[in-house]
């Protein structure tokens, strides 16, 4: 009997014979989707708040999207055969990171206003519409795979075109991030550099950085890296085809993927930048503008404090 005819386990229809080969784990993925739906939340809550928009509606329909995702992984918990669960997981799962990854990119130009555009490669809006473009160029070309893969039966040849095209949206979206992270180390080396240099021709050193800005840059840095460590193991996942032997490893799946989303969903939603980085919102540019320049005041006037103090007792000790 040919498995496109299933619809349930059955002595002809064994489990061993669906895409994945097993029964979704329960609990894993109950842990997953109240995850994902938690964060889904508290991205409306803390961005209504705080009005930062794009970030929110983003990251919002990431965590959205991964909560729709492990629904349909709980129906084929139930019946493995399920196809409405099946194609459910398949579209949601794929493209849920890349609306996360979104986030991220729409942060990257107020870091870089915010702490020194003179240390970037590129200007500050270029990196909105190249990261930004090329992400919306992934979303289209997975969305279209997934589309095609989950329409199509076992045997069809349309399962390939759709595989490939989920390739190719993955392939690309790891170039993309792996572009902006080389980016963001040389900005980072380069800012360093830039303070370095300010502290030795002007004596002061330059504004420092809150412990509240420097755990949002944390977080933001290791969530990023969470997604593409998914992405990345995406890729041999996919190559070896639907019901391939990595595809069949359900821990794999749970860790590398599922968990690597889960903590940059969580990472952008505890440091989330409207409490943590407000500048990202133009009504808070110019607050944040003043906090800055006072604590780059503050700074120097520790230092000017310093130098006077020791010309006090260089004075002192003289006859």
Same mark, same amino acid.
């Given at each position: ?85 099946? #194609?459910?997981? &398949?579209?949601? /799962?794929?493209?849920?990171? !890349?609306? @996360? %990854?979104?986030?991220? +990119?729409?942060?990257? #130009?107020?870091? &870089?206003?915010? /702490?020194?555009?003179?240390? !970037?490669? @590129? %200007?500050?809006?270029? +990196? ?192």
């Amino acid at each position: 009997m040919s498995s496109r005819y299933c619809t349930e386990v059955t002595p002809e229809c064994p489990v061993e014979y669906t895409t994945y080969g097993y029964y979704p784990n329960l609990g894993g993925n109950i842990f997953l989707l109240v995850v994902f739906a938690l964060c889904f939340f508290g991205q409306i809550v803390v961005g209504w708040i705080t009005k930062v928009r794009a970030f929110t509606i983003v990251v919002a329909i990431g965590c959205g999207l991964e909560a729709i995702g492990y629904g349909g992984r709980l129906m084929m918990n139930e019946n493995p055969w399920d196809s409405d669960g099946f #194609k459910m997981q &398949v579209c949601c /799962l794929i493209l849920a990171p !890349s609306f @996360l %990854a979104a986030g991220f +990119y729409l942060t990257v #130009k107020h870091l &870089v206003i915010y /702490l020194g555009e003179e240390s !970037s490669r @590129l %200007a500050p809006r270029w +990196y909105t519409w190249i990261f930004i473009g090329c992400d919306v160029v992934s979303i289209i070309t997975q969305a279209a795979g997934g589309g095609i893969a989950s329409a199509a039966t076992d045997g069809d040849n349309l399962l390939d075109v759709g595989n490939g095209l989920i390739m190719a949206g993955i392939a690309f979206q790891v170039a993309t991030m792996a572009t902006c992270i080389i980016l963001t180390i040389d900005f980072a080396i380069r800012h360093g550099r830039n303070n370095r240099k300010h502290v030795q021709t002007s004596g002061t050193p330059g504004a420092m950085s809150s412990t509240k800005f420097n755990f949002y840059l944390g977080c933001s840095a290791f969530g990023f890296l969470t997604i593409f460590i998914r992405c990345v193991y995406r890729l041999p996942e996919m190559a070896g085809g639907w019901g391939g032997e990595l595809m069949r490893r359900e821990d794999e799946f749970l860790v590398l993927d599922g968990m690597m989303i889960a903590i940059s969903a969580i990472c952008m939603t505890v440091a989330h930048p409207g409490i943590y980085f407000p500048t990202i919102s133009s009504r808070n540019r110019p607050v944040a503008a003043e906090e800055k320049a006072e604590a780059g005041e503050k700074s120097s006037m520790s230092s000017r404090q310093g130098d006077s103090q020791g010309e006090e007792s260089v004075m002192a000790e003289r006859p």
